[in-house]
């Protein structure tokens, strides 16, 4: 990893179909958008306001993008209840990110690993 370079996040638990009228949805598009803005990008996806309690929802201070848009991001509510909920956008497991991040990372104390049963 170059601290020049920004760095991509997948995770596996969420398969990512292109919406309608669009044909992709992919790691690339982030990256472009990151390559003409040099923001940190995060994929979203809307979901009825009745389940937003179950994801991390972002807010984009009322401004609601189109699919395969950016829009400025105040941050993250993890599992709000509905009423509390800044958005219906929900964190889908998509992040292209500045090496920066990294660097926060690494300043942050070492919590224990929590063990499953």
């Not at 990151?34 to 984009?60: F, L, T």
Request: charged share 25%; hydrophobic share 35%.
């Amino acid at each position: 990893m170059s601290k020049d370079e920004p760095f991509a996040v997948i995770l596996p638990d969420v398969l990512v179909k292109p919406q309608l009228g669009s044909t992709t949805c992919d790691l690339g598009d982030m990256v472009t958008r990151w390559d003409k803005s040099n923001a940190a990008q995060i994929m979203v996806e809307a979901v009825p306001e009745e389940e937003v309690y179950r994801y991390g929802i972002v807010d984009c201070s009322g401004n609601e993008p189109n699919a395969g848009d950016s829009v400025d991001m105040r941050g993250v509510v993890e599992k709000p209840k509905p009423e509390d909920a800044p958005s219906r956008l929900s964190v889908i497991g998509r992040y292209v990110l500045p090496y920066r991040v990294m660097e926060l990372l690494s300043d942050q104390p070492q919590v224990p690993a929590t063990k499953c049963n």
